[in-house]
């Protein structure tokens, strides 16, 4: 309503005194109008940046000032420098925790997206069913913890209905959760069992806005499927799957309720992922200040990660029209 | 337009003003001058505090207790984040694996007036709740001991008397006649004991003993009362002990005998066992084992277990010629923040009363601290048709027993963080068992702070 109230600069009078006198007036309207919009505006910023300051800039500028402190949440912080960075850099739990959270993300984002895509062409070339739609996206309804407690109980090694299949059948039951190098890849997989519709989702929406056309035009051209998927679906396809990849690579990082319901960090250490070990030293030991430490270096890991995936996969660009 | 966005204003501002003084209403957790708080996690102790607390109403008219009973996992998370935002409860039921981050911090109330004596409670149970400064900072409330549970069909198919398995002994070279009855009450999966020629230990249908994991840094129902029964502690100190002493070696010939026991077939392995799926009663419920080391806290569930028959018998006698059991008592704290401390302490005295304790112990879930509190709870089980001799016979024999506490030391979740992951590597991984001097080295460091 304000917005077609106020002219736009080139619909205001073009000549004749009577419109140039007219001129300062509406400019005046203008102005009290746009202020009203300002406010307006900010009016409906505000909740969304109240948010934002409160939930995540505040957090993060105190997590950082935390990471220079010793801090038990009770009694006040006490700054230390850079004694907290230099316990990480020489804490052994950190590096294998790190070093097992990019495991668990290697696996669960190589299959997961790769799955997904399948999926979502599938989806695209095959049938526009909306029923098959909601199917895929089932298990993305349950929640994490839910589903890790599911996953935990179906794959027990002594008493898991899928160890009993698999022992019935011949085989030696597979310590699923309970195994050093067994368990991140299970994780892992349990989470693409329960994310990888909704991945493909959001790939299948990406798929959409491929012109038609185009498959037409390969198949006049004789191309196959397979031609037409590496050729167009792909390349058309890029920018989408790029932000999917960054969105998932983040989530993926911030693995935590399935190793807390699943396994709790163990077998010794083989699952404590970087979130699990955080938030360990943080609510179990009062370890804030180390933890908040811990945070920064998650944060600069992602930062990077997420400006890398941008730079190499030009999400920002388009390769349509 | 203006008119409008101040309404707007206006209307948000006091939208958020009611939301946050919602917010600090519910924050409040109910605590007034006439209303106690009072959160425990055991959801089978429930009725029994309620009844508990209607006896404190009646002799305190106008005095109100609100219990709110959390997980137990849910309730260490919220009880923190309480003490964070001010929402503890006035009172709440204290571990000692907690005690001492709690000391610390200084979230907890001293209770010194409310004269709690030693000689009102079971041995040692009392003396625990003083803190380094020397101030008390619980009142008793119940106790437990470990004993083993057996699958007595089992045990009978096995030959096995009750006699028999109440005159165990075992020492960390042969494992004496305990490794004896457990490795004869393992079955392959053709059907041979496990001290029989041609026994398969990597295709185990029953195992002797279950298993509950690497039992963390205190063992409680895994190798305590063997590395006890050895003559083991676990600090220089019986309280507020300055250095941990898992770099024993009798302490590290226990542990290697006892995970040995995996190694043998006889105890399931690391990988059997999942602390939210598969724990040593689930194990037994499931006829997977024939006995396991569990707490008081589990008679009422094994009693559940439809079929087994599950008894319980003493802990077998080690070296030093002794039985021994961790004796774990709870206690109530009042938190230092509470609005109502006359009241919280009111109520706390209440609970430590044998009037509370004799009320609780009639319901038959849990070993309250007083003696008679203690025998109303024995009488009561044994109306349910259980015997709980091997739970309070330690507690009462000390020729034969030792009871010792649960590790009292600064830092305990520091330990327990260590710890785990060490005994984990020691079952499940191989690794040596003395690995444990440097994580031993690493916590001495940090309680040295």
């Known amino acids: ?321 | 337009m203006r008119i409008r966005l101040r309404t707007l204003v206006a209307a948000s501002g006091a939208l958020a003003l009611s939301l946050v003084s919602g917010c600090a209403q519910g924050g409040a957790a109910g605590s007034s001058a006439h209303t106690v708080t009072y959160w425990l996690w055991d959801a089978n102790q429930l009725p029994a505090y309620q009844a508990c607390a209607k006896g404190l109403e009646k002799e305190n008219p106008g005095l109100n207790v609100k219990i709110t009973q959390l997980g137990w996992s849910d309730y260490w998370t919220k009880l923190t984040a309480g003490f964070i935002a001010g929402t503890q409860p006035d009172v709440f039921t204290d571990h000692i694996q907690n005690f001492g981050q709690y000391a610390d911090l200084k979230v907890l109330e001293p209770l010194d007036d409310l004269g709690i004596k030693d000689t009102d409670y079971q041995p040692g149970l009392a003396a625990n709740w003083v803190g380094k400064d020397g101030h008390r900072y619980g009142a008793p409330k119940d106790w437990d001991t470990v004993a083993l549970f057996y699958n007595s069909k089992m045990t009978k198919a096995a030959g096995l008397t009750a006699e028999q398995l109440n005159s165990l002994s075992w020492n960390p070279k042969d494992g004496g006649t305990f490794e004896k009855a457990v490795a004869h009450l393992t079955i392959d999966r053709n059907g041979k004991r496990g001290d029989e020629p041609g026994f398969d230990k990597n295709n185990v249908k029953v195992y002797g003993l279950a298993s509950n994991g690497g039992g963390f840094g205190d063992g409680q129902t895994q190798w305590s009362n063997f590395a006890a029964s050895a003559g083991w502690s676990y600090l220089d100190k019986p309280r507020w002990g300055t250095k941990y002493q898992y770099d024993s070696k009798t302490f590290q010939s226990v542990v290697q005998w006892y995970f040995g026991l995996a190694k043998k077939g006889y105890m399931p392995p690391l990988s059997d066992y999942n602390v939210q799926s598969n724990q040593a009663n689930t194990q037994v419920a499931a006829g997977k084992a024939a006995t396991a080391f569990d707490g008081a806290w589990m008679i009422s569930t094994y009693a559940g277990f439809k079929g087994r028959d599950i008894k319980t018998a003493l802990t077998p006698v080690g070296p030093t010629g002794k039985r021994a059991t961790m004796m774990n008592g709870l206690a109530d704290s009042v938190t230092k923040a509470s609005k109502n401390k006359a009241g919280a302490k009111k109520w706390v005295a209440y609970l430590a009363s044998d009037a509370c304790q004799k009320v609780v112990g009639r319901y038959g879930v849990v070993f309250p601290a007083t003696k008679a509190g203690t025998e109303a709870a024995v009488a009561a089980y044994r109306k349910k048709g259980i015997d709980v001799s091997s739970f309070t016979k330690p507690v009462a024999d000390k020729k034969d027993f030792r009871t010792f506490s649960y590790p009292i030391a600064s830092y305990s979740a520091d330990m327990t963080a260590l710890m785990q992951p060490a005994m984990e590597d020691i079952y499940g991984n191989g690794k040596p068992v003395s690995s444990l001097d440097e994580t031993n080295e690493q916590i001495n460091l940090i309680l040295s702070q």
């Open chain 1, 1 to 321: 309503m304000t917005i077609a109230s106020s002219s736009p600069p080139s619909r205001l009078p073009v000549g004749g005194a009577a419109k140039a006198r007219s001129k300062p007036r509406t400019r005046r309207t203008d102005v009290g109008e746009n202020r009203g919009d300002g406010r307006l505006a900010a009016l409906f910023i505000a909740p969304a940046l109240l948010g934002f300051v409160v939930f995540l800039l505040w957090p993060t500028l105190r997590g950082i000032y935390l990471s220079f402190t010793r801090f038990n949440l009770l009694t006040p912080a006490e700054w230390v420098g850079l004694d907290n960075y230099v316990r990480m850099v020489h804490d052994p739990i950190f590096w294998s925790s790190l070093k097992v959270t990019v495991e668990y993300v290697v696996i669960n984002i190589g299959v997961q997206t790769v799955a997904a895509l399948a999926i979502a062409v599938l989806l695209q070339r095959l049938t526009q069913s909306a029923m098959l739609r909601g199917i895929v996206l089932t298990p993305y309804l349950m929640s994490n913890v839910v589903a890790g407690l599911v996953w935990l109980w179906i794959l027990d090694t002594q008493l898991g209905i899928g160890n009993e299949i698999i022992s019935a059948v011949g085989v030696d039951r597979i310590p699923f959760l309970a195994d050093e190098t067994w368990a991140i890849p299970t994780i892992a997989l349990i989470n693409v069992w329960r994310h990888v519709g909704y991945t493909a989702l959001l790939l299948f929406a990406g798929l959409q806005a491929i012109p038609g056309d185009m498959y037409e035009a390969a198949r006049v051209d004789g191309a196959s499927e397979w031609r037409m998927f590496w050729r167009i679906t792909m390349p058309l396809l890029r920018p989408v799957l790029a932000v999917v990849l960054i969105m998932t690579v983040i989530g993926s990082f911030q693995v935590f309720d399935t190793v807390a319901v699943t396994t709790a960090g163990g077998p010794a250490n083989a699952t404590n992922v970087l979130q699990y070990y955080i938030y360990g030293s943080a609510f179990g030991r009062f370890q804030f200040g180390y933890a908040s430490a811990m945070s920064v270096a998650l944060l600069v890991v992602l930062s990077a990660i997420t400006v890398l995936q941008y730079r190499l996969t030009r999400a920002g660009r388009t390769d349509l029209g």
